[in-house]
T-cell receptor, first 114, second 113 residues
């Protein structure tokens, strides 16, 4: 039973470059979440989708960040242009769209912007 | 307990002892709480959850206690094993009817042989 799949596992890029992170949620889950984890700020919710529609993007730090979910089995988080302060581990999670349903996380993408 | 900043609180226990990890949550309206375990290089892994209409829930070797009066959550792990070494996070759903989980800063659990 495949869990949430994220790619790439590691990404190293130079400041100013575009970065695209990818996520495949668990089949049958209809809610998808993007989180960012840093030592200073812990796990922060960036954005979440229900049935492929963005519901709450209040956690997206700036206009440089954008997320899409073109279908039920794929989502992307894009940073353009990237900056060193964007360095973090980015997690995708999915869940059933029912109240009080736990989130299931992928193993994250570690992003380093130099 | 929880703290903000670079240094995670750490709990060290002897193998075989029981562990208790505490969490103070922020929103008195939160209706759902989850404990997650995160091992190095992996994403948070679901352990156990509890709804606000309960004060205790048990799983396999784990128990979660909820005290809404003081906004306190705890995770008890029985007979701690080396594989329990990880960072443990509590999370609260701050938006009733939605799924907006806010995570605490985490507690690092280390097991002494």
């Amino acid at each position: 039973d495949a869990g949430v799949i994220q790619s790439p596992r590691h990404e190293v890029t130079e400041m100013g470059q575009e970065v695209t992170l990818r996520c495949k949620p668990i089949s049958g889950h209809n809610s998808l979440f993007w989180y960012r984890q840093t030592m200073m700020r812990g796990l922060e919710l960036l954005i979440y989708f229900n049935n492929n529609v963005p519901i709450d993007d209040s956690g997206m730090p700036e206009d440089r960040f954008s997320a899409k979910m073109p279908n039920a089995s794929f989502s992307t988080l894009k940073i353009q242009p990237s900056e060193p302060r964007d360095s973090a581990v980015y997690f995708c999670a999915s869940s059933l769209r029912v109240a009080n349903s736990p989130l299931h996380f992928g193993n994250g993408t570690r992003l380093t912007v130099t | 307990g929880e703290s903000v900043g670079l240094h995670l609180p750490t709990l060290s226990v002897q193998e075989g002892d029981n562990s208790i990890i505490n969490c103070a949550y922020s929103n008195s309206a939160s209706d759902y709480f989850i404990w997650y375990k995160q091992e190095s290089g992996k994403g948070p892994q679901f352990i156990i959850d509890i709804r606000s209409n309960m004060d205790k829930r048990q799983g396999q070797r784990v128990t979660v206690l909820l005290n809404k009066t003081v906004k306190h959550l705890s995770l008890q792990i029985a007979a701690t094993q080396p594989g329990d070494s990880a960072v443990y996070f509590c999370a609260e759903n701050i938006a009733q009817g939605a799924q907006k989980l806010v995570f605490g800063q985490g507690t690092r659990l280390t097991i002494n042989p």
